[in-house]
Nanobody, 127 residues
């Protein structure tokens, strides 16, 4: 089973920047990653997990209204990694950020369905 490993969280002051990374690892991780639509979600204390941004297998992107113009999601298929560049961070961006990957991967005789989550990385924006 492929795994998603996040990194890049930390403490930052308002207006600062961070870049999160999420790498797919495990057996056949390269071919699996290329078949997955990927995304970043976040969950603040006492709140539900919410979608932040997505990038499809073809590179199309979507963003939550709250992060448009400040965050940029991208993917590097050769590195089996997605990134979230976060600029002009605000205290409301404080949350645990989770990487998600979902899709079908062709295998001999059919396909495997994948719905993967990373363990999360903490982002804290404080004055």
């Amino acid at each position: 089973q492929p795994q998603l490993v996040e990194s890049g969280g930390g403490l930052v002051q308002p207006g600062g920047s961070l870049r999160l990374s999420c790498r797919t690892s495990g057996r056949n991780s390269g071919s699996v990653f290329r078949s997955l639509d990927m995304g970043w979600y976040r969950q603040a204390p006492g709140k539900q997990r919410e979608l932040v941004a997505t990038v499809s297998t073809l590179g199309s992107t979507t963003y939550a209204d709250s992060v448009k113009g400040r965050f940029t999601i991208s993917r590097d298929n050769d590195a089996s990694t997605i990134y979230l560049q976060m600029n002009d961070l605000k205290p409301d961006d404080t949350a645990v950020y989770y990487c998600n990957g979902q899709g079908r991967v062709m295998v001999p005789g059919g396909y495997d369905e994948h719905y993967l989550w990373g363990e999360g990385t903490q982002v804290t924006v404080f004055s």
